[in-house]
């Protein structure tokens, strides 16, 4: 690979507003002295961090341990808890703020405080402990989105217990193949949950999961719903009854773990073979998810802080749970659907609890801008400060609207760019100290080293498009990949030697420093040897004003090697041969889709991402062999199948 045909270019910027750097966390001038005092040296930055932001029982005096690299080690020699960081460091100071503001998908709003949840969660901690829970065994969770969740994750945190969340719409299958693998002994469900105005039955798929999992000797149940459910005799218990318990002993000691042991496992799914367990590990993970929750987010305490990921996927972990309440912050979550009753209750839920600051995905914008702008414009949006997104590459039509329609123009947004592996956001603008460039994740945070590097590893020239990988270890990577050690050597630091850490994404760097991710890997397409990310044919499309969400992928072509096929969903009338013309006017005439399927709905993920392989065998005529168990709406797949290619 010579490097990728980087081939949109965004001329638009937004420098940081004098408001918004006066109070910020960071300001230009403090990145610019953050960003020279971690180079100049990286160990002595960390090492600094770490004692600044962490509430240790042993301070560590080792900082990098990197004898058996890629296994690298953090601070290796001290010693804390997760849980600790969340709620004990936060008392008594904070025991009557509001730590989560739950909405219900019904509209019911609960809120917990700091003491709330810390009483909770030692309880908890209690009775997992009374089954037999210990440090280092491992726990599945399987809920909704309820506070219970947070609950049962600092619980297992506070017990040294490992915990492996799965998402709650994932089936009674991928749920039996997690515990199998992590091989959990107890698993932490509920009766059902609330989606849409629908009950998702998650009782009934645990006990199809148990069928395949005889080393479960424990279920605790939470009800929510009140729906009947079985409950096997001596293995399943209510969680109240456990908890109301007058024997129950709150575990209000919380485990002294080692900085490496580790904190949870999480299931991510590749584009080849079976899901990968990824290991966090406890100190370097918590000192990232506090400090890069400050600093992106330009966390205050007066803020409200909302992110719309479901704890089932890593942004929920780092950025609704571990991150913000080790900040003290006061957390928005919210139970059910973005749409749900009706497309405006994202922004009732702004409005109602006076947000500040929202992180949510680019699935989400573009699905809001289609349902139009009439609804966020039945709501105050004015307590709204700072904007976020995570997941995908954000089209700049979409950040126009979100920076618009939502942020009043007033708003900075801060796309930040991550994977479940890096544990806490690598690439991102600092709402006080960044020049915003629409589709733009911005530069590293300070201490990060990333690279675009070509195949033989060496940094593309100006801003080509190429690899991208990081070229030192930090604290919040990701410690392995559950019982497949060299899984983790092969896909992360396998491309290049050991050399650097391989992300799987293409991506280049413009003269500002900033980044711009192009796709996958595997979605780079050869069109008459132009190679092109699918990210910016998708791109081009978006920016017709009637098309509200474009896939792209490659399919072989006699002529041109590799043709593209562009899967598009509509908002207004357009035709074929507008898009087609329109993506000639954007980037030229190479880019041009040779087919068009125009689809209801486009194949995702539960997180929203886009899955380019499935749409490849449809774009291919090839039967769909893949795992489809992740895929959020199974039907998608066979309209797309139906639908008239253009
Ligand atoms: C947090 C999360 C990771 C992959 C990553 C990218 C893509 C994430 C952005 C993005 C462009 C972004 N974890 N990705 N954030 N692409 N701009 N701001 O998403 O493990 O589920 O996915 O998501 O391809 O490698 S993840």
């Known amino acids: 690979m010579t490097g990728l045909d980087a081939l949109l270019h965004e001329e638009r910027a937004f420098p940081p507003a004098a408001d918004v750097a006066a109070r910020a966390h960071v300001d230009a001038a403090r990145l610019e002295a953050l960003v020279a005092e971690a180079e100049a040296d990286p160990e002595a930055f960390w090492a600094a961090r770490a004692r600044e932001e962490l509430v240790w029982d042993r301070e560590p005096t080792e900082v990098l341990d990197d004898a058996d690299a890629p296994f690298y080690r953090w601070f290796s020699d001290g010693a804390l808890n997760a849980s600790v960081q969340c709620l004990d460091r936060h008392l008594p100071e904070r025991a009557d703020q509001v730590a989560i503001a739950w909405e219900a998908e019904d509209g019911a709003v609960r809120r917990l405080t700091?003491?709330?949840?810390?009483?909770?969660?030692?309880?908890?901690?209690?009775?997992?402990?009374?089954?037999?829970?210990?440090?280092?065994?491992?726990?599945?969770?399987?809920?909704?989105?309820?506070?219970?969740?947070?609950?049962?994750?600092?619980?297992?945190?506070?017990?040294?217990?490992?915990?492996?969340?799965?998402?709650?719409?994932?089936?009674?299958?991928s749920l039996a193949d997690r515990i199998q693998d992590t091989g959990a002994r107890l698993v932490v469900t509920a009766d059902g949950g609330y989606r849409n105005g629908k009950v998702v039955p998650l009782k009934q798929s645990v006990d199809e999961a148990l069928a395949s999992c005889p080393d479960v000797a424990d279920v605790v149940v939470l009800r929510r719903t009140g729906e009947d459910v079985p409950m096997a005799e001596g293995r399943d218990a209510w969680w109240h009854d456990l908890e109301s318990d007058?024997?129950?002993?709150?575990?209000?000691?919380?485990?002294?773990?080692?900085?490496?042991?580790?904190?949870?496992?999480?299931?991510?799914?590749?584009?080849?073979?079976?899901p990968k367990g990824i290991v966090h590990g406890t100190a370097g993970y918590m000192l990232w998810a506090r400090l890069s929750t400050r600093w992106v987010f330009d966390l205050q305490d007066d803020d409200v802080y909302w992110c719309t990921a479901d704890v089932g996927w890593v942004t929920g972990h780092t950025y609704l749970t571990y991150g913000p309440l080790a900040n003290g912050a006061t957390v928005v979550m919210y139970e059910g659907g973005p749409t749900y009753p009706q497309p405006d209750r994202f922004w009732d839920v702004v409005e109602k609890h006076?947000?500040?600051?929202?992180?949510?995905?680019?699935?989400?914008?573009?699905?809001?801008?289609?349902?139009?702008?009439?609804?966020?414009?039945?709501?105050?949006?004015?307590?709204?400060?700072?904007?976020?997104?995570?997941?995908?590459?954000?089209?700049p039509e979409a950040w126009m609207w979100y920076h618009r329609v939502i942020g009043g123009g007033r708003c900075p947004i801060v796309d930040t760019w991550w994977q479940t592996e890096t544990g806490g956001i690598l690439l991102s603008p600092l709402p006080g100290a960044t020049t915003l460039r629409p589709g733009s994740c911005g530069p590293a945070l300070p201490g990060l080293a990333p690279a675009v590097v070509d195949e033989q590893g060496r940094p593309v020239q100006g801003d080509e498009g190429g690899y991208l990988v990081f070229t030192r270890p930090w604290p919040s990577m990701l410690r392995g990949v559950w019982g497949d050690t060299e899984r983790y050597r092969q896909t992360y630091w396998g491309l290049f030697d050991g050399r650097f850490y391989v992300a799987g994404d293409t991506a280049r760097r413009d003269a500002a420093g900033d980044h711009w991710i192009l796709g996958r890997f595997d979605d780079v397409l050869n069109v008459s040897g132009h190679r092109i990310g699918t990210m910016e044919v998708e791109s081009a499309l978006v920016s017709h004003p009637a098309v509200a969400e474009a896939a792209v992928v490659g399919a072989p072509h006699e002529v041109k090697g590799e043709a593209i096929h562009a899967f598009v969903v509509l908002r207004g009338e357009a035709t074929e041969a507008d898009l087609r013309a329109h993506v000639a006017k954007e980037i030229g005439k190479t880019a041009r889709p040779e087919a068009i399927v125009f689809a209801e709905a486009l194949p995702k993920t539960r997180s929203g991402k886009i899955m380019r392989r499935i749409l490849r065998a449809v774009a291919r005529g090839e039967e769909i062999t893949q795992d489809t168990s992740t895929l959020e709406d199974p039907a998608v797949v066979e309209a797309l199948r139906a639908a008239p290619v253009a």
């Not at 904190?263 to 079976?274: A, D, N, P, Q």
Request: proline fraction near 7%.
């Open 114 to 173: 700091y003491g709330d949840l810390h009483e909770q969660v030692c309880r908890f901690a209690g009775v997992l402990r009374g089954r037999g829970v210990a440090r280092g065994d491992r726990v599945v969770l399987y809920l909704p989105m309820v506070p219970e969740v947070v609950v049962a994750m600092l619980a297992c945190a506070r017990l040294g217990a490992p915990h492996s969340v799965v998402f709650a719409g994932f089936s009674a299958q």
């Open 354 to 395: 006076k947000v500040t600051v929202l992180y949510t995905a680019p699935t989400a914008i573009r699905a809001l801008m289609r349902a139009g702008d009439d609804w966020p414009a039945r709501h105050d949006l004015s307590s709204l400060r700072i904007l976020g997104t995570v997941g995908e590459p954000i089209n």
């Open 246 to 274: 007058p024997g129950l002993a709150p575990v209000t000691d919380a485990e002294s773990m080692g900085a490496e042991d580790p904190l949870f496992v999480l299931y991510t799914s590749g584009s080849t073979g079976k």
